[in-house]
C-alpha cells in the first residue's frame, strides 16, 4: 500500500492550496480517507475525513469553511482544497486510510508553510 501526498508548499497568509493523495495497493473506494497534520514542536491532529461510500465529511473546528475535502474514486485520489490559509496552518500535512474507524495507513507527509 502506498499513499504518495504531494500539492504542497510555501504561500502567503490568504492564499490557497490543494493537495492530493495517490492511493495504490489497496481497494481505494472502500477506504474512508483523511487528512492530519503536525506542526514543528506539535502533536500531529486531525485536518479532514470523507468516508469511502457516501462522500460523508468531517473537518476540525479551526479548518471549517476554509478547506474542503474531496475524492476522486476513480483516479484512487484525495483531495484537500485549503483555501484562506494562515500562518497557524503551517505543517507537514499526512494522509491516511481508514477501514473502519482505525487508520491503517499513512503517506509520507506534504510540507505546507504559510508567511504572514
Known amino acids: 500500500v502506498q499513499l504518495q501526498a504531494s500539492g504542497g508548499g510555501l504561500v502567503q497568509a490568504g492564499d490557497s492550496l490543494r493537495l492530493s493523495c495517490a492511493a495504490s495497493g489497496l481497494p481505494f473506494s472502500t477506504y474512508g480517507m483523511g487528512w492530519f497534520r503536525q506542526a514543528p514542536g506539535k502533536e500531529r491532529e486531525f485536518v479532514a475525513t470523507?468516508?469511502?461510500?457516501?462522500?460523508?465529511?468531517d473537518y476540525a473546528d479551526s479548518v471549517k469553511g476554509r478547506f474542503t475535502i474531496s475524492r476522486d474514486n476513480a483516479k484512487n485520489t484525495m483531495y484537500l482544497q485549503m483555501n484562506n490559509l494562515k500562518p497557524e496552518d503551517t505543517a507537514v500535512y499526512y494522509c491516511?486510510?481508514?477501514?473502519?474507524?482505525?487508520?491503517?495507513?499513512w503517506g509520507q507527509g506534504t510540507q505546507v508553510t504559510v508567511s504572514s
Open positions: 470523507i468516508n469511502s461510500s457516501n462522500r460523508r465529511t
Open positions: 491516511a486510510a481508514r477501514y473502519g474507524f482505525d487508520y491503517h495507513f
